[in-house]
């Protein structure tokens, strides 16, 4: 198996962004992820791109196709893939790369997600995002994915006396940090009360506990270790992956605050990466609701089981804690373009271990880590990174 | 790169299936293809699932988790990943297991397709289908895939001289073959007058050239090589594989006549194959529309561009012809499941390299070919297949 690096990265502000049409805002991404890379387009073998539901967001499928025609590849005819799995289907078109460019097939790879969600209005959009849940034993019945993860946070609370509070520091902590990047959907800080205070979506979730609808697409470019010094100097390796599922429905689950796919992605990942959580600097964690990202944060096991909470409380995931947590703002403050998750995380964490972050800089930063889940955790996907240079 | 054999197949009879879910077809063609492998459910290492559009189909995202839970596979947390590229999600689905397998990530990896299509009722189902051509040039004026094809049809007749009745001579053939697979939609004959009489869909197109609208489900398992036999005797080697896509708009064609990405991938998987067309014995084609399965012969080279319609008038590529083209009865009369088109191909032709065909086995048959595209041929996907016992 090849080593397999990142050489370039690209994204673009996540938000509403009503003035460009899917096909260009990924390629807008994939430009500058190019760029980036010094890699030019003749050079690209194969192209995945992470959605999760074009055919009823812009009714508008085989959309891998149809981004590598716009990005005008179509007459060197790329190997085009697009991978779905809820709000994993980034993660899953960078592990898709991966294995292309590590199985020695293809050397330039592209992995893009992208998503555009803002034109089919709230209630729609929202409708849609549960298609990702069980339709025929939680969908059908109204179940959305806010009213899921509330019994989520409504249990973990129970279980191990997670507050209100608690939760909303999450989001504080996130809007923080989005503050700081510009390309995040909100770059503005939110105080403690204001979450507290904001209205009731599922109880015990707030408007501000959950992770906006979004546009945006992020691009990452990928080729094999011992090509990457020949696009630039600044290569980060994929050291480790691990992808894992568990039932579609929450209510099959064994315990519905362990994310079962998430604690067992997780150690896939840092059993190939070689890598132990102690050495874990950052980390990019699925924050779709505030609670998602304690259990992220748990069942990673960046802090001990029902010890969540209290160390974002306690500021253990700020910037400057023992492990950055979504310095990029995270779902919540970036900006949640569904498809394009999994990559925006992988190109935040490229950033920081280039040490290119700027004002949300993590010091010192050489191991970083990316985790995205689908559904309510029905699939998870983790990479470790490694700064190469 | 790992040597990768396919060591079990299952597949579902397609056609409209109303008592079933689309859950439970893809778990009955799942058991069935384990049991062929003689692999335990406990083996499976990935699950990657091609499916077009389970979103609008049947309101559900998600499928790969989905199928691998309702399989019991839950606790053992499986990777899962569902890949999507029109009607040839299926052979992106396979070329990803194939890649899985030969990086050495995983060993034991089940590739399927899956499609539930019949529930909407025609006239949405054709309209969904429109949605793998361009939404925004072609299918918001009213473009369908009988329509583009037809276009394709006609240039073809005015360049080549291609009749009426050598298209009709395609559905004859495969109904034919269809007729000796008893997990065929269609298992009765055409007489070429039915099908020149039958009600015109787009001229010159008649309602016998198009492929019917099916439920269906197709599974391969695979595994290295040199792990096969320790599961059965029969193990028929992936050699050769070939991705490529076009602009996904048909008038942004050099040639309507030509799909290049057909041509590109044929010749990239038979490139990696070390194999020359003319070893090949039998080929599975996508022949969603009679002069689809023309396009095909022609651009995978089986007969000079051109020729594809007096070759099968002249019955080249029927069983006992010069190359066996859809034994299985093809798209056409087997049916299209759609995202369960590139396995079920896979399906039929290790049946065939087994020597397992029956009534329509290709005498002697040791290296086959299956081809699938999306769109109008805005991406295609070549495998290419040898018996290893």
């Not at 995945?48 to 539901?53: A, F, H, R, T």
């Not at 910037?319 to 779902?331: C, E, F, K, R, T």
Request: charged share 25%; aromatic share 4%; proline share 3%.
């Amino acid at each position: 198996m090849r080593d397999v690096a990142i050489i370039g990265v690209g994204d673009t502000r996540f938000g509403e962004i009503w003035d460009k049409s899917f096909r260009e805002i990924g390629i807008e991404a994939g430009l500058k992820a190019l760029e980036d890379a010094n890699v030019g387009a003749e050079q690209i073998d194969a192209l995945y791109v992470g959605n999760m539901s074009a055919g009823k967001f812009i009714d508008q499928e085989h959309v891998s196709a149809l981004v590598a025609d716009y990005a005008g590849l179509a007459n060197q005819h790329p190997a085009t893939f697009r991978l779905e799995g809820g709000g994993a289907g980034g993660g899953l078109a960078l592990a898709s790369a991966f294995m292309a460019v590590a199985s020695g097939l293809w050397d330039v790879v592209v992995a893009g997600g992208a998503e555009k969600m803002t034109d089919v209005g709230e209630e729609e959009a929202n409708r849609i995002l549960s298609s990702t849940a069980d339709q025929e034993w939680e969908t059908v019945f109204g179940a959305t994915h806010a009213a899921l993860h509330a019994m989520v946070a409504r249990r973990h609370m129970y279980d191990f006396g997670t507050t209100r509070e608690q939760l909303a520091a999450v989001a504080v902590k996130n809007h923080r940090n989005g503050a700081k990047n510009p390309n995040a959907q909100y770059q503005r800080e939110l105080t403690l009360e204001a979450v507290l205070e904001a209205p009731v979506v599922a109880d015990p979730l707030g408007v501000l506990d959950c992770a906006p609808l979004s546009d945006g697409a992020a691009v990452v470019v990928l080729c094999p270790m011992d090509m990457a010094r020949k696009f630039n100097d600044t290569p980060v390796r994929i050291v480790g992956l691990g992808v894992a599922s568990d039932t579609i429905a929450l209510h099959d689950r064994r315990d519905i605050t362990t994310m079962d796919s998430t604690v067992v992605a997780g150690k896939r990942a840092l059993h190939m990466a070689k890598v132990g959580t102690d050495e874990i600097q950052l980390a990019e964690v699925h924050d779709n609701y505030t609670i998602s990202e304690i259990l992220a944060i748990e069942d990673l096991r960046f802090v001990e089981k029902g010890k969540g909470g209290p160390a974002t409380e306690e500021g253990v995931t700020e910037l400057d804690g023992d492990i950055a947590v979504n310095p990029s703002g995270g779902l919540k403050a970036r900006g949640q373009p569904v498809g394009a998750t999994g990559i925006a995380q992988a190109v935040e964490v490229v950033r920081q271990l280039r040490g290119e972050a700027d004002a949300r800089q993590v010091d010192g930063a050489e191991v970083g880590l990316t985790h995205v889940q689908g559904g309510t955790g029905a699939t998870a996907v983790v990479h470790v990174f490694r700064r190469e240079n």
